[in-house]
């Protein structure tokens, strides 16, 4: 008897260390259905927008609000297809924290990280964004894009610096908050470079710096911009061009776009939308470079079609070691799609066309997110669309991969606690047997 809860206690014992062992692992969970909450600071509010989650079949979202890390509180509901909104029922200098959870009928996902935003808090601005310089003769025209946080109060300025041959950078100019600056009366074969800093009412940004570059008199200016197209919608015509195939040793940064033989608009991208137009026009386009003005496009006609596009597309993603890849279901009559994309969901431009229902897109920065919307054409008319969806560029895939890692290392956590005991109880069992008759002692 003695023996045999000795035993049992041994038993007993390692099944209980083997418990504790498997509850000390971390556990791993799929986060397919959770979805990926931002909060960013605006002058009027704090926008909040979320990715979908990679698992389908979302009826909604819950957004929860706090002042602390433990105090979260029921803030507002969405249907699934929204998916950003500005909370504007904030005071000056209070943080404030948000979860998002997405609804599967009536499941609801676990809550995502806290995204913690402190509202009016004054900061100086992030550098800017996307410097570049173009070379022309004696000249040098540099670009930027405004900064992606401005501290929270507006950009005053721009602060440009310029080294000659590897020197140390001198402010040349101070350029107000045009995102433009000409730099004349350079060496022509002398190596420059620039750096562009971004002012607020609380300090300077840090700079952003350029590529070497070297004004040259041997640059003529661009060709004719390629393949230019309309497209026609409810009381507007959208043009859309190709970079000209000769851009004359220095690429062009500006595009000038005439209507009826009249100059119209400049634009930095290749696409203008025409809100202006009363049923039709002749449109065409002009490259410019650091040279000049290039020769004009072929001129096309552009009428509007009356037709209110609707936006009834679903349009689905998934992320791929940095790439993101979007899909969408075939429309009726279309003969080809839009794809709109920008890092500022009310600023999207034509991005890509294709006859197909789906598009990679690789040209991605890690940790930036990007905003998509799909457009349908039946001919030259815009005819549907999809609604405007955030997604965010990761290094690491996210997609239905990680859910079956997920349930592979729990399933194999689950048989190792089962085929302890199995073993434990066997040994036990084998410890218990009667022996056989033995034989007697003489």
Known sequence: MKGSLGNAGKLMMLVLCMLILVSSFPRVQGSTDVPELRATLQDEGILLDWNAPIKSGVTGYVIYRGFGEDQRHLYMEFK????????????????????????????????????TVTFGERNIPTPPRDLKVHPGDSTVVLTWESPLDNGNRQITNYRIFRSKDGGEYQQVFTSGTVLEYRDTSLQNGVSYRYMVKAKNIVGMSEGVESREVKPSENLEVPGTPRNVRCFSGKDFVQLIWDEPEDDGGTPAFLYNVYRDGEFLVDVRERYYVDEDVFSSAIYSVRAVNAVGEGKESISVNGEVSGIVPETTISLEHSVRDGSIRLKWDEVGQATGFIIYRGVDPENLYPYHMTEKNDFTDSDTEVDRRYYYRVAALEDRALVDGSEVIGVTSLEVSRDDSSLDLSRILNILLISLVIGGVAAAILFFVHRRKPKGPQEPIV
């Open 80 to 115: 699934s297809d929204v998916t950003s909104h500005t909370d504007t029922d904030v005071e000056e200098g209070r943080t404030y924290y948000y979860w998002i959870t997405a609804l599967f009928g009536s499941t609801e996902s676990p809550c995502s990280p806290a995204e």
